[in-house]
């Protein structure tokens, strides 16, 4: 009975199945895999951000959006950097001890320049977007020992002009300073470790 097979025919039709097989596996696994990636939106709201910095003046604010986040950048005046001295007593942190900003923004302005000053800007206390209140000395705000800075009106959380958080406020943590470096004088890469090459 076996004397009449066909042994070419045979090996023929087991390779052609297998190569259907092999076709049939790589059409199904490559839109597989093709879903794991990260699409483009996902991609780019993940991205570093460029922020042009050439045309910002002293005291101004600048928001961006950074992984759907907001980013504010602000220019501080001398005085401005200066006075973030005198607010020491009434701050939780004002060392910047707690890890909430990279190693190169860990001092009293928090920030890789002290005129130039990068946060997210969403309070730590519950995530409310808090106002800038540049003014110093806002009578609603504390009086003369107000120096100026952001006001969260969600729950009365209230910041210096590094974002360092007050003492006896719901925020417990200063504004969280994003990874960031300069590109050049006018440009900073947000999303970006200054250490990245």
């Known amino acids: 009975m076996s004397e009449g097979v066909n042994l070419g025919r ?3 039709l087991g390779a052609a199945t297998g190569v259907t097989t092999a076709v049939g596996v790589a059409f199904v696994a490559v839109p597989f895999l093709a879903s794991w990636k990260p699409s483009a939106r996902a991609q780019a709201l993940g991205a570093p951000v460029a922020v042009d910095i050439s045309k910002l ?11 759907g986040r907001p980013v504010w950048v602000l220019k501080r005046s001398p ?4 006075r973030l001295a005198t607010a020491d007593g009434l701050l939780r942190d004002p060392e910047s001890s707690e890890a909430q900003q990279p190693p190169y923004a860990t001092n009293r ?3 890789i ?7 997210i800007g969403s309070c730590t206390h519950l995530g409310c977007a808090p106002a800038p209140r540049f003014d110093v000395g806002a009578a609603d ?3 003369a020992e107000w120096p100026g800075g952001f006001f969260c ?3 009365g ?3 210096d002009l590094a974002g360092r958080v007050w003492r006896g406020v719901p925020a417990p943590l200063n504004l969280v300073v994003p990874p960031h470096k300069y590109v050049d004088d006018s440009t900073i890469l947000v999303g970006v470790d200054m250490g990245a090459a």
């Open 57 to 67: 003046d002293e005291g101004a604010l600048l928001r961006v959006e950074w992984r």
């Open 157 to 159: 959380s209230k910041f």
């Open 109 to 111: 302005h928090r920030s």
């Open 79 to 82: 005085e401005t950097v200066e």
């Open 10 to 12: 045979r090996r023929f």
């Open 153 to 155: 009106a969600c729950h």
């Open 113 to 119: 320049k002290p005129e130039v000053l990068v946060v």
């Open 141 to 143: 705000l504390g009086g």
